[in-house]
């Protein structure tokens, strides 16, 4: 069965500051891999998909990463800000699930100004 | 704004109540999800569904009961449900099963 870890379940920074967030699941034969966020009490917000041919993925101050074999990602912010806080959540959906994304709990960012 | 909305956005029933969420999409998408987001879980998929055929029921109580009369539209009725089943219901769509899913802001459930 698919499980999907995130480190550290809480960052707190100053603003300005980059900063990675990290996810590993424990299968790794994914189909792809979709990073989200969530505002508190909102739905999520797709912000990269990386398909599991892809190494990683850029939009504007975000990176993502993907090691398919060692089962990880990284999702890099660069020069943080306030706006950025927000629980961050991993999704993989595996080769042979379909339409199944199996999440992780979240890393919950607070950027202090 | 993704392009899917729920509503309500926040409902609070009895145990005894009968209520519906109601979920559109206006993507064009072909499948449409619901998921459950307990404190301190991950999201779990409740059911999935495709060309309004439910292709997948990940093992949910009977007191939900869902409902897809067109691609555009989802609901999830809701029946004598227990105060463990308070929760964040979201619900997504994608293009074609498999592809990347948009969710829209969900509806906050409270069960007394």
């Known amino acids: 069965k698919q499980e999907v870890t995130q480190i550290p379940a809480a960052l707190s920074v100053p603003e300005g500051e980059n900063l990675v967030l990290n996810c590993s699941f424990t299968?790794?034969?994914?189909?792809?891999l979709q990073w989200f966020r969530q505002d508190p009490g909102k739905g999520l917000t797709s912000l990269l998909l990386?398909?599991?041919?892809?190494r990683e993925q850029t939009s504007g101050r975000l990176n993502a990463s993907l090691d398919k074999s060692s089962g990880r990602s990284t999702l890099y912010i660069a020069a943080s800000q306030p706006g950025d806080s927000a629980t961050y959540l991993c999704?993989?959906?595996?080769?042979?699930?379909?339409?199944?994304?199996?999440f992780g709990e979240g890393t919950q960012l607070t950027v202090n100004p | 704004e993704t392009g899917v909305t729920q509503t309500p956005r926040h409902l609070v029933m009895g145990m005894t109540n009968k209520k519906s969420l109601k979920c559109e999409q206006h993507?064009?998408?072909?499948?449409m999800y619901w998921y459950k987001q307990s404190a301190k879980k991950p999201l779990e998929l409740m059911f999935v569904?495709?060309?309004?055929?439910?292709?997948e029921n990940n093992s949910v109580p009977s007191r939900f009961s869902p409902e897809c009369p067109n691609s555009s539209h989802l609901f999830l009725h809701l029946h004598t449900l227990q105060p463990e089943d308070s929760a964040l219901y979201l619900c997504?769509?994608?293009?074609?099963?498999?592809?990347?899913?948009?969710f829209g802001p969900g509806t906050r459930l409270t069960v007394l």
């Open positions: 997504a769509s994608s293009r074609l099963l498999g592809t990347e899913q948009f």
């Open positions: 299968d790794s034969a994914i189909y792809n």
């Open positions: 990386i398909q599991s041919s892809q």
């Open positions: 999704a993989v959906r595996e080769e042979t699930s379909g339409s199944r994304l199996t």
């Open positions: 993507l064009g998408h072909n499948a």
């Open positions: 569904y495709s060309l309004e055929e439910r292709v």
